[in-house]
T-cell receptor, first 115, second 110 residues
Framework: NAGVMQNPRHLVRRRGQEARLRCSPM?????VYWYRQLPEEGLKFMVYLQKENIIDESGMPKERFSAEFPKEGPSILRIQQVVRGDSAAYFC?????????????FGNGTRLTVT | TQLLEQSPQFLSIQEGENLTVYCNSSSVFSSLQWYRQEPGEGPVLLVT?????EVKKLKRLTFQFGDARKDSSLHITAAQPGDTGLYLCAGASTDYKLSFGAGTTVTVRA
């Protein structure tokens, strides 16, 4: 399966703990996007990264949230000191070039539950 | 933030019937995409429409982009249970961010 791989599929954290969500893009894709989805809401853009660079993080809360896409390894979305409001499905998507020139491929998401 | 409104929010029909889902905005988009998402999975791209007035057909699915590039519709002919899912529209502005609608949950009963 050469699709976008996200893990874990489900993550449970207690308030105050850290959550690390991983995304391996499709082979040959160097552009990664993170979205958050709440029940009965659309996907909300969080951050756009291109190998080792954050291109746009305007959709990501300035505190507690960070993202990286290192030269080697998966992209990581990190949420520190999680709160109940962080509970959501987090989706990663990748594209070969910038998304408007090549289609986005989404992973199956990580469902974060904060207790 | 550009707001995309989808209607209806929920749609339940019998197998063989037709259905139409709408996606409306007050903003102009350079292109608009339709996705289908099944429970526990990520969205899968169905189509991208770029030109105002454009109509694209994908088997029993017909997608239309409004002349003013502010709205779009998805029409499914002779719906089948396999068409069940969450249908999302997403608009692209001059930057590279996609703005998603909240989706229409379609249930096709056998």
């Amino acid at each position: 399966n050469a699709g976008v791989m996200q893990n874990p599929r489900h993550l449970v954290r207690r308030r105050g703990q850290e959550a690390r969500l991983r995304c391996s893009p499709m082979k040959g894709h160097s552009h990664v996007y993170w979205y958050r989805q709440l029940p009965e809401e659309g996907l909300k853009f969080m951050v756009y990264l291109q190998k080792e660079n954050i291109i746009d993080e305007s959709g990501m809360p300035k505190e507690r949230f960070s993202a990286e896409f290192p030269k080697e390894g998966p992209s990581i979305l990190r949420i520190q000191q999680v709160v109940r409001g962080d509970s959501a499905a987090y989706f990663c998507a990748s594209s070969k070039t910038r998304w408007d020139n090549s289609p986005l491929h989404f992973g199956n998401g990580t469902r974060l539950t904060v207790t | 933030t550009q707001l995309l409104e989808q209607s209806p929010q929920f749609l339940s029909i019998q197998e063989g019937e037709n259905l139409t889902v709408y996606c409306n905005s007050s903003s102009v988009f350079s292109s608009l995409q339709w996705y289908r998402q099944e429970p526990g999975e990520g969205p899968v791209l169905l189509v991208t429409v770029v030109t105002g007035g454009e109509v694209k057909k994908l088997k029993r699915l017909t997608f239309q982009f409004g002349d003013a590039r502010k709205d779009s519709s998805l029409h499914i002919t002779a719906a089948q249970p396999g068409d069940t899912g969450l249908y999302l529209c997403a608009g692209a502005s001059t930057d590279y961010k996609l703005s998603f609608g909240a989706g229409t949950t379609v249930t096709v009963r056998a």
